[in-house]
């Protein structure tokens, strides 16, 4: 310390050199809403168009699995087998190499491929699944082909925004693409004597390139080109040569025009037709960099659109930032007044500002390890520092008030500061390294909840190090220099309520201590009733994992019956939309069927279909809530629109929330269990407990094919023709990609048996051919082929490998359906099983990985303090006040009315570490006493008179940077500043009663009083 004082102005120069690279990590460091989560998975998607759900699930979806089941590091596989298109969502293991990994899996995919029937068209493997949507923009007209007329300027905009340093990419939903269509007309082929395939290999000859080498001459290598079409009319105008030598070009035997594709989304608001464009930023961007270059683009695009489309934008993260940051900055100002005024009260006035100077350079010196942590700005890590603001005053108060208690002594500024730093300096490493190991074990987290609140204590654990840093150093420099410069001035005045301090200290001391201590067993057990009364309110605290988000928009995720067509849905949805806007408290409306929203708003459906859609509400928050205006609307939307399945939802404050109850049952037989399922749905509709069920199994009409072989055979076809015909009068088949250099569309060749909603077998002809006529004869597919309705499932789902159906259950607040899951499963038949989880499951699994954290806490906290004290017992003693602080976190939340949630019980674990320190102080200075006084109730009554003000402080302090959170903080924080602030009250009113009597007790048992 005295080498440290010798040279305190190179000690200025590194204080200064911290505070500049502190800013600096600010201005770089990337600022968000929420923390980025990191869960590792991966989708792989095959389409093979006109392939019913079980020829998906035999041809694609089981080679995939079986393939991809061997691989290490896949924790779990689940499949959707559709109509044509199949969808597997692969989580991977958090330990595993990912790039390995997935480097694995495209190998596995690639191997399995090769097996794949040659009519599959794409198999897409996407890694990157955790999109972060910066901004949604919202490009409307009054009716959707003036969209469709302006694709090429929505296109030109998308690139505009991609071309922004910082985003990733542009989701566009709501525009179709389009195909260049070439339709076969069976009269024009009959006519000029062309089959199909010969129309199908000029086109592939055509658009194919052909390399033809290269020439030299003169002393120059020239390569050799084929003179292609230019453009449209030439290739319309390509020959094809018939049986009789004749040409005949392409547009005299098929239709060809470039197409509008059916579209995947169709978005409405407002009473007009929507394309939405969503920007994805890179990782790690600092979103708010993002906002001005976003907000010049959607400027610029009114250029490029015609005047009857508008441009705005529906949803911004940045703006959601802003509001984040300036309520947190609201709240971190409010707590720094707060410990100020505390301070400026209790302490003399420079010394209040010199403890309250360390609360700004903590935090920015505390800044400095985050970026090497893997922690960014947003509200989880702000909160972080706001809780420490309370905590990190606390050191600088201990040595401040000891250093000053020195120079009353009559010691010199150099002794004074020495010893009086040496004093306290074990008590405050100890103090500081009980803050860390009660909240570093936080960290150790697992799942998205670890990923989702890391931020916090490791925020705090670096501006808590960064102040006791400064209270060894900074403070100590400044007091000496202070009182070098002092000492030939008047005696500078006390804090403003130091008479208040001093008269409660001396009532502590003189009257409180000695009746806790002539009376210990009255005073222990009295202690001990209180906080087991307390404690017992933990049965009266409801359970919220996390809380529904302060936000004003409300999502109804809606599925229709399988098979609804898509422009149906948005009638549907819009139908909903017109519902809410009779309501006084809607202030607007948007519905996405189809796809659904864009990744926004914590809303998404898993398997999209023509039958799918969001509807989105923003409501006036002026006049409700938004969980009541779900509580007061959810029932009546549902009767209004019975053939509706819906679910209202708002952004919940933390990862999304599963359901109260999540149940999978599981069996080969799919006829066996469609039944089973059927029944299951029905039980739990009928029950009273539940609120709402969903499923993933729906059935919709199919149209079964059944071909007479015998005829087939007898007529000369094979199995192979007959199909392919019927699959280009379908769906058609992909030719390749027209591309005439400036355009390049995918070409789609079909069949024209003028049935568009269907399958005209009359209308379909094939050519049979016989040795005892030499004209072929004509035979129409309605001979040997015949169509039927069946009703089969709309997906086949795997959860790896094996068939399921799953069920997510809304139980009413107290609905308790274990009977009828215990029924289902006392009555399924062999080779099924159901199993359950769900948010249940959730948090008792939470809860139980909390509870090891909470001992490993203990542990550390124990080790530690035997360390200190050189004994076994007197930790027991320091930890028993953890018990007190958890009743008093009890008590606020039963008082306050806040529920028990994720970050509440990391607030009560995070109490551990805290309010041991003013046990420490005490019994410190009560054995520092012992030494000094023949009279072992004096040194009891003298360590309370010297330690009651910094433990009053430090108290009031912590409870002031918190309170403000409690008052007009986000719902997310405020079981934590409630469980942290009620907990240090009520523990330290019930440390300074209960443990003079105790230690007094252990001391007797060890028989040394």
Not at 79 to 104: E, I, K, P, R
Not at 195 to 205: F, G, K, L
Not at 581 to 604: C, H, M, N, R, W
Not at 850 to 861: C, D, E, H, M, S
């Amino acid at each position: 310390m005295q080498t440290l004082l010798k040279y305190r102005k190179i000690l200025w120069i590194l204080i200064l050199l911290l505070v500049s690279v502190g800013i600096f990590t600010y201005i770089q460091l990337p600022k968000r809403d929420i923390p980025e989560i990191n869960q590792p998975l991966a989708s792989i998607q095959v389409i093979y168009p006109g392939a019913a759900p079980e020829s998906m699930e035999k041809a694609i979806t089981t080679p995939l699995e079986e393939e991809l089941l061997t691989i290490d590091g896949i924790d779990e596989i689940q499949s959707a087998s559709l109509n044509g298109f199949v969808n597997l969502t692969l989580v991977l293991l958090d330990d595993v190499d990912t790039n390995q990994l997935y480097q694995n899996i495209n190998q596995s995919v690639s191997a399995v491929r090769t097996s794949f029937p040659d009519d599959v068209r794409a198999v897409n493997i996407n890694t990157d699944l955790i999109q972060s949507n910066v901004e949604t923009f919202h490009i409307a007209a009054d009716n959707y082909d003036t969209l469709l007329n302006n694709r090429e300027a929505i296109h030109q905009f998308a690139d505009n925004l991609t071309a922004i340093p910082g985003v990733k990419s542009t989701d566009i939903r709501g525009l179709p693409g389009e195909t260049l269509s070439v339709q076969m007309e069976p009269d024009a082929l009959a006519r000029y004597q062309l089959q199909p395939n010969q129309v199908i290999e000029t086109i592939s000859r055509t658009i194919a390139p052909i390399p033809l080498g290269t020439d030299q001459g003169d002393d120059t290598i020239r390569t050799l080109t084929l003179s292609s079409y230019q453009d449209l009319d030439d290739f319309k105008a390509t020959l094809i040569t018939n049986t009789n030598g004749e040409n005949v070009t392409l547009e005299d035997v098929a239709s060809i025009e470039v197409i509008t594709d059916a579209p995947s989304s169709l978005i409405h608001e407002d009473g007009q037709s929507v394309v939405s464009v969503t920007v994805q930023a890179d990782d790690g961007i600092n979103i708010l960099n993002l906002d001005t270059p976003l907000k010049e683009a959607q400027a610029e695009a009114d250029t490029l659109f015609s005047d009857d489309v508008t441009i705005s934008s529906y949803f911004s993260q940045s703006t959601i930032i802003d509001e984040v940051y300036s309520s947190l900055l609201e709240s971190l100002i409010i707590s720094f007044i707060a410990v100020l005024v505390i301070m400026v009260l209790g302490l003399p006035i420079t010394s209040a500002i010199l403890v309250a100077l360390a609360i700004p350079l903590s935090i920015i010196i505390g800044l400095i390890p985050l970026p090497y942590s893997g922690v960014d700005l947003n509200q989880i890590s702000v909160i972080g520092m706001i809780v420490a603001i309370g905590i990190l005053v606390d050191d600088a108060i201990v040595v401040n008030d000891n250093i000053e208690r020195r120079f009353l002594l009559g010691d010199s500024p150099l002794e004074g500061v020495i010893n009086g730093v040496k004093e306290v300096r074990v008590s405050i490493i100890t103090s500081t390294l009980l803050i860390v190991f009660s909240f570093i074990p936080l960290t150790f987290l697992s799942g998205s909840n670890g990923d989702f609140i890391r931020g916090l204590p490791l925020a705090l654990v670096f501006t808590v190090l960064a102040s006791t840093l400064l209270a060894l150093s900074f403070m100590p420099a400044f007091r000496y220099q202070e009182q070098k410069l002092r000492t030939k001035k008047k005696q500078r005045r006390s804090g403003l309520l130091n008479p208040v301090f001093q008269k409660l200290s001396n009532v502590y001391a003189d009257h409180i201590v000695p009746f806790s201590l002539r009376r210990p067993l009255i005073t222990i057990i009295s202690g001990l009733v209180i906080m087991v009364g307390f404690l017992s309110l933990i049965l009266l605290v409801p359970i919220e994992f996390f809380p529904a988000a302060e936000r004003e928009e409300v999502t109804i995720t809606a599925t229709l019956p399988a098979g609804t067509p898509i422009e149906e849905t948005q009638e549907t949805l819009i139908a909903i939309e017109d519902y809410f806007k009779q309501t006084d408290v809607v202030k607007e409306t948007a519905s996405y069927a189809g796809e659904g929203l864009p990744g926004i708003f914590g809303a998404s459906i898993p398997n999209s279909g023509s039958n799918t859609g969001h509807v989105v509400v923003r409501i006036d928050q002026d006049k409700t809530k938004v969980l009541d205006f779900i509580t007061t609307y959810e029932g009546d939307v549902r009767d209004q629109f019975p053939e509706v399945t819906m679910q209202l939802e708002t952004i919940v404050s933390g990862p999304p929330a599963s359901a109260d109850v999540s149940l999978t049952l599981k069996g080969e037989d799919l006829s066996e269990l469609l039944n089973i399922s059927e029944d299951i749905n029905e039980k739990l509709k009928a029950s009273d407990d539940v609120s709402f069920v969903s499923s993933n199994s729906q059935t919709k009409p199919f149209t079964e094919v059944t071909i007479d072989e015998e005829a087939m055979f007898a007529y000369g076809f094979t199995e192979t023709q007959v199909t392919g015909l019927m699959q280009l009068a379908s769906i058609g088949a992909p030719l390749g990609t027209f591309d005439d250099g400036n355009t390049r569309l995918p070409i789609n060749l079909s069949y024209n048996d003028n049935d568009p909603n269907g399958l005209a077998l009359d209308n379909l002809e094939l050519a049979s051919f016989s040795s005892d006529s030499p004209m072929p004869m004509i035979v129409s597919l309605d001979q040997f082929v015949e169509k039927t309705t069946i009703e089969q499932v709309n997906a086949i789902n795997h959860l790896n490998g094996d068939r399921f159906i799953s069920f997510d259950i809304f139980t009413t607040e107290d609905g308790d359906i274990s009977s009828i899951i215990e029924d289902v499963r006392s009555d399924l038949p062999a080779g099924f099983s159901l199993s359950e989880s769900g948010e249940q499951d959730t948090q008792t699994e939470f809860f139980l990985e909390v509870g090891k954290l909470f001992l490993v806490v203990l542990f550390l906290i124990y080790t530690t303090l035997a360390i200190q004290f050189n004994s076994l017992t007197t930790p027991i003693l320091i930890s028993f006040t953890i018990l007190l602080a958890l009743s008093g976190a009890v008590v606020g939340l039963f008082i306050s009315g806040e529920p028990l949630s994720f970050l509440g019980v990391l607030g009560i674990v995070a109490l551990s570490g805290v309010i041991v320190r003013n046990a420490i102080l005490l019994i410190e200075f009560i054995e520092q006493n012992r030494d000094n006084y023949n009279s072992l109730t004096d040194a009891f009554i003298e360590a309370g008179r010297l330690r009651l003000k910094p433990i009053l402080l430090t108290t009031l302090t912590s409870m002031a940077a918190l309170i403000p959170i409690i008052i007009t903080g986000d719902v997310l924080f405020k079981p934590l500043a409630v469980a942290i602030v009620y907990g240090i009250f009520f523990a330290t009113l019930l440390t300074l009663f209960l443990i003079p009597p105790l230690y007094l007790a252990l001391l007797k048992l060890r028989k040394e009083a």
